[in-house]
């Protein structure tokens, strides 16, 4: 079965940039997309195909996806921003979620 | 707007079974797959099936296949997760998820907490 890694926890300064990873055999090959979860809350997209931005999502969302790689990077982070996030790729009409990342601004 | 309303939380005993209710609106049934995800308590996201809102045909988790039967009534929107044998293990928190073109999950639902438990 295909897997995807996701690092445990990552943490920030507000104000600063992280960036969250996504590994996963020839992964730029597979549509990448990322959800923010909150604690109580259902996840929420905050980028598909890859790098696109949906509707209401805030500029300092981004992502790219290539070799092995996806990057989920946020840009001048807020408190707001903290939370779990999930990658997820889809494979052989099956679909596959990262363990999250939990994301602590400081 | 899109939306998916889920059914309400559920508690069953262990080798019970639970069917639940995702009702869509604010766009075509059936031009989307419905998915259903469910996450443990701490747990990460796991995927477990879809439906094609179309034609009925489905895909499942490998991890269910046996106990997770996933159905649609086109005529009242609404997608459904039944699973069968269950154990504490399955004491989660169940998605329904639209799936959109591009592979992804534009619209949730809020989620089912089913509590297995003698």
């Known amino acids: 079965s295909y897997d995807l890694s996701q690092p445990v926890s990552v943490s920030v300064s507000p104000g600063q940039t992280v960036s969250i990873t996504c590994s996963g055999y020839?992964?730029?090959?597979?549509?990448v997309s990322w959800y923010q979860q909150r604690p109580g809350q259902s996840p929420m997209l905050v980028i598909c195909?890859?790098?696109e931005r949906p509707s209401g999502i805030p500029a300092r969302f981004s992502g790219s996806n290539s070799g092995n790689t996806a990057t989920l990077t946020i840009s001048g982070t807020q408190a707001m921003d903290e939370a779990d996030y999930y990658c997820?790729?889809?494979?052989?009409?099956?679909?596959?979620f990262g363990g999250g990342t939990k994301l602590t601004v400081l | 707007q899109v939306q998916l309303v889920q059914s309400g939380a559920e508690v069953r005993k262990p080798g019970a079974s639970v069917k639940l209710s995702c009702k869509a609106s604010?766009?075509?049934?059936?031009?989307?797959?419905i998915h259903w995800v469910r996450q443990a308590p701490g747990q990460s996201l796991e995927w477990m099936g879809w439906i094609n809102t179309a034609t009925g045909n489905t895909k499942y988790s490998q991890n269910f296949q046996g106990r997770v039967t996933i159905s649609r009534d086109t005529s009242a929107s609404t997608a459904y997760l039944d699973l069968s044998l269950l154990r504490s293990e399955d004491t989660a928190i169940y998605y329904c998820?639209?799936?959109?073109?591009?592979?992804?999950?534009?619209?949730w639902g809020q989620g089912t907490l089913v509590t297995v438990s003698s």
């Open positions: 604010g766009y075509s049934f059936t031009n989307n797959a």
């Open positions: 997820q790729a889809w494979d052989s009409y099956t679909v596959v």
């Open positions: 020839n992964l730029e090959d597979k549509y």
């Open positions: 195909k890859d790098s």
């Open positions: 998820a639209k799936h959109d073109s591009g592979a992804y999950y534009g619209q």
